[in-house]
């Protein structure tokens, strides 16, 4: 299994980009789908998730700003950032508890992250 993510890049703050993450490979189901980011010096922390029945929940300080989206169908998750402050600025992770047969438990996997900068 693996996640690919993108969509990451230089914006100037109060601008907007979309992140996508899609999972491939032996997979039976996917239960949450999310992002974390971590940021120059800091621990790595939860953004948004999303699970397959549509319940989301955001960080404070993404809550208004981003917005997090699934295709289940693709294995695909998305995360809609606007109101870009420079304080976002990080490499941003996507994660998925993915089981890959019935037989299996879920496992976390991790993408390699994208960078997204926030800077004038």
């Known amino acids: 299994v693996q996640l690919q993510a993108s969509g990451g890049g230089l914006v100037q703050p109060g601008g907007s980009l979309r992140l996508s993450c899609a999972a491939s490979?032996?997979?039976?189901?996917?239960?949450?789908m999310g992002w974390y980011r971590q940021a120059p010096g800091k621990q790595r922390d939860l953004v948004a998730d999303?699970?397959?029945?549509?319940?989301?929940n955001y960080a404070d300080s993404a809550k208004g700003r981003f917005t997090i989206s699934r295709n289940n169908a693709k294995n695909t998750v998305y995360l809609q950032m606007n109101s870009l402050k420079p304080e976002d600025t990080a490499v941003y992770y996507c994660?998925?508890?993915?089981?890959?047969?019935?037989?299996?438990?879920?496992?976390?996997?991790w993408g390699k992250g994208t960078l997204v900068t926030v800077s004038s």
């Open positions: 490979g032996s997979i039976f189901s996917i239960n949450v």
């Open positions: 999303m699970t397959s029945a549509g319940s989301t």
């Open positions: 994660n998925a508890g993915i089981r890959g047969s019935r037989y299996t438990d879920r496992v976390d996997y």
